[in-house]
């Protein structure tokens, strides 16, 4: 796996300070948060074209 630059720094000081704490990868959890993370995406979705204070107003996000 390669390092990154951008963050890195910022990263490593809230680990040291006990602010995150590093955990094992976990494909199968990872596969479980972005699926939650697309359903939220959906309802925000729905919610917003309901939302009749969007009306004139530009979607910035199209599907």
């Known amino acids: 796996m390669t390092r990154w630059a951008t963050g890195r720094e910022d990263l490593e000081a809230m680990v040291t300070a006990g602010d995150l704490e590093q955990v094992a990868p976990s494909p199968e959890n990872a596969a479980r948060l972005l699926a939650e ?27």
């Open 37 to 63: 993370a697309e359903r939220h995406l959906r309802s925000a979705e729905l919610v917003a074209e309901a939302d009749p204070a969007r009306e004139g107003t530009s979607r910035s996000r199209r599907r």
